[in-house]
């Protein structure tokens, strides 16, 4: 009864959990990328749907419950779609021929791979705070006084935002203008 | 790590799986006897085991209301040949009829079925965002066609997957809209909650009718049901995005489909009929014996076995939309409708207020 | 805050005043957003609560002093001459010509929320909110495939800065807790040798960096600037740049000002190299825009030595440099905008036979050469020496700055090639194909005559131009 329990402590599961949803997130963006078997955009995108459900899974560790529902419903169950949707109207065929060239793989890499190492280095240079106490659980009711209350400048601010990008959508797809 | 927790949840999982299984096979079932009778025919009457003409009265009724035909088109379903088309995309064309299915049994969770049996409540996962974690699987569901569409490598089941991607989305977001006047009025956005709410002030039908309306609508273009059920259109798109399956493949998408519709019921029943209350007979408290708890569980399932002749019925009364007039309907009259409920009901409850 | 609102709902009814305007009045619109504006600047000199200096709102997000003030003001003269050129050039786009001007207001509204910007959920979404307009701006010839690429690598880059930008502010927030400029420089001290911060800041000066064009994020600019709609090009030049060099001022110097002491060296670095490229890459142009393209990469160099000198003088010297570069800049692609009128191209040989075909044209271009050069007596002049004699001031300090002034010094050099490249092909070129002479209307001549007395004034009377942004620039004196 109490072998699970002694096997994993209560604070270890959330600690464990966030590598394996880190892990997935990663391993996914990689094969968004990178994808060694197959060079389908439509694959690259289901797998970018896998990356963004796996860091959902990242938003609950936080107890950002709100947020990983937001994630899943906007990116995964919207945006994503939408790119599917043009991706196979597209039927892109020169992408899955298209070679990689090596200088940019390499400057690709470099970059990575720098930013990677200031990153690391950084960390090793640095003590984290071990357990920060969030400043906000996942209550919805918390999140919508934020977000009206002390973050409503730049809340109307996105709104303008999207106001523009709608406008611009519409400018730049339309079929004909007049 | 509570063994309790765990044991409890499985056998719930299982339990809830195993009905919604059951009663999507009866809703076919349903379906056909409705649409017979609609039709002025008499439906499936014949199929019966050996054993059912042995058995007195009860076989011979149930053989003349179809009550095995699920049985035998299961069967049909897991024998018939498993047959790969030559020039799919091998992947896709296993993974979505998957896919299909998968988000439509994760909605199920959430939803509250019975108030509670044995010191368990009756649902699966009682999460504070309940109605979100709904919209969010319910928004993973457009994948299985799309992909479906997309394995199938071939024109029609092509245009099916785009028109359902588009339709879906379309209408997510006016479902997702109308939902809100429920959460204002509310509060809150556990299922549960919303429940205990109608319990004491009265189903929210009364309250947020149009919201009810736009959700009902909504749900039918969700779930590709007539008369909204472009994506599979026949006489346009021979079969739809599932013309290239055949036997337990094509019979995962009709299990998508009607969980769908029955998931669909439970919210519907959930956010504006009580869930599992009623109003009188003292029904509206949580169960104290196992009699009650039981009683709850089958007034939710009354109800939404309510919806679920719904669906039928409008199937079979209402033409198939155009395509355009979909979107129209989508865009322009739900969404902007949808926004002017939530205005109005803001404007009414912060006059209250 | 007044302001903002004002403008934004300008835009807005831009946009609905669409629905009624017959399509051969739409020019209204755009001289009327002109008025609009005209009067709100005219206001905020009047101080009538436009831009009274009332502090912070909003939690201290939103901040109202005398940088914000000098910066809104800027906003609004460049946002009146750039809708001066968009009705000139308005019979050049397809459609949409009232969102085109609608806009153009609305990314001056997120210029204005930029300049009073006081935490970085401010700085994203205001940074965000001009960046996206101007992804919009940038492709709206859409006829035309130069403007469409221009839009999209516009926008894959500006994604990608977008980016670096919100990840550097998530590490800072994880770092020390605190969004707000203020209450950050209350703690950055303690965070001095926390790598994470660090990087967090670096990467939000690499956002920060790609807004402004300076090495090595520069690779945008030339690009965009010659594809996109010559407009578009000049409030880019003018009113993105300058957005971007507020928000670097706010977060080197309100923020994180310990860090920036320490970061001195980084700063002369990406100064020099930058002042280097734009002008080298600069000689061999031949297209107008792309040449002002490099220019302003230079500029975007020069600027910066007044960020590098980390002193009042320096921030100040920054300030009037902005404040001549708008005149000048915007008198530049004016003339260009006429004179391309009927032509495909921005070639340099656009403009041979100018001093013939309209003199006001060709004489505008010239003084504009002449100022962005630095030849006294214009704006160009006065600002480098200020920004010169900032950085001298600092060489005691740290030798790098006499480097730094003498890098300043040949690119000024090298600049005269091809500015004068250009005035050459005003005056001296052989085969002009086109001498019809050009017709100007009356607004846009009051542009012209703007941008000129501009450039006059601040070179000439520079004493109340360098008051105002010396005043500004105290913000960061404490």
Redesign the interface.
Known sequence: ?DS??NL?P?TM?PDMMFYVFAGLTLGFGILVVANPFSRNP?TSA?FL?LAV?SM?GLFVLLHA??L???Q??VY???VM??F??VI??LDIKDEQKRKIKKGFLLAGLLSVGTIAG??I???H??R?DAH?SP?TE????LLGKLLFG?????FE??S??L???M??VI??S?K??? | ?D?NFIIFSAVKIAVVIGVVQGMVAYAVLAERKISAWIQDRVGPNRTAPPFAKHIPVLGRLLTRLGMFQPLADGLKFMFKEDFTPAGVRKI?FFLAPAIAVIPAMLTVAVIPFGSVLGGQKMVIAD???GI??T??????G??GI??AG?AANSKFP?LG??RS??Q??SY?ISM?LSVIPVLLIV?N?NLGQIIGWQAQHGWLILYAPLAFVIFLVASFAETNRLPFDLPEAETELVGGYHTEYGSMKFALFFLGEYSNMIASSGMMVTLFFGGWTLPFWGLDHPAATLVSGIIHILIFLVKMAAFIVLFIWVRWMFPRFRYDQLMDLGWRRFLPLALVNILITAIILWMRA | MTLEVCV?AL??VL?LADFWLP?DRKKFAGYAAVAALAGLLFLSFGGCGCCSLSGT???G??VEDGLAVFFKRFFLIAAILVLFMAVEFSDRI???VS?YY??IV?AL??ML?AASAN?F??L???I??IT??F??LT??Q?GRLVSLEAGVKYLILGALSSSFLVFGIALVWG?T?KLNFNELAAVAAQFES???F??GVLFILVGLGFKIAAFPFQIWAPDVYQGAPTPTTAFLAVGSKAAGFVLLLRVLFTAVPTVTAHWANLLIVISGITILYGNLCALPQRNLKRLLGYSSIAHAGYLLLGVAALSTSGQSALLYYLAGYLFTVCAAFTVICLVTRHLDNDDLSALAGLNRRSPLLAATMTLAMVSLAGIPPLAGFFGKFLLLKSVLEQGAANPGYYCLAFTALAGVVISFYYYFGVIRAIYWSKAAADVSPISLSGPIKVALWICIAGMFWLGLFPSKALNLATEAASVFAK
Do not use: C, H
Request: hydrophobic fraction near 60%.
């Open positions: 009864m699970l329990q994993i209560e599961l439509v289901m749907v459900i959902a419950f709100f990983a529902a937001v899943v419903i995964a169950g919207a779609v939408l599917l949707f196979m109207l200031l990153f280095k950084g960390l240079a640095t984290l920060p400043t996942g209550d919805t009711a002390q973050y409503v400048l730049p601010v996105v303008v935002l106001l523009v990008a406008v611009g400018l730049l339309k004909d203008l007049k | 790590m063994w896709y999460l504070n965002v979100l974690y919209f969010g699987i319910v928004s993973l457009v994948y799309v992909l997309y092509f997957g785009i991607s588009a879906m989305i997510e997702g509060g956005l | 934004m835009g807005v946009m399509a709102a909003f939690n997000m939103f397809a459609g949409g969102e609608s806009l609305f509204s997120g929320f935490d959920t401010m994203f979404v205001s965000e909110l996206i307009t992804y919009i492709s709206f859409r770092t807790g926390n790598k994470i660090l990087i």
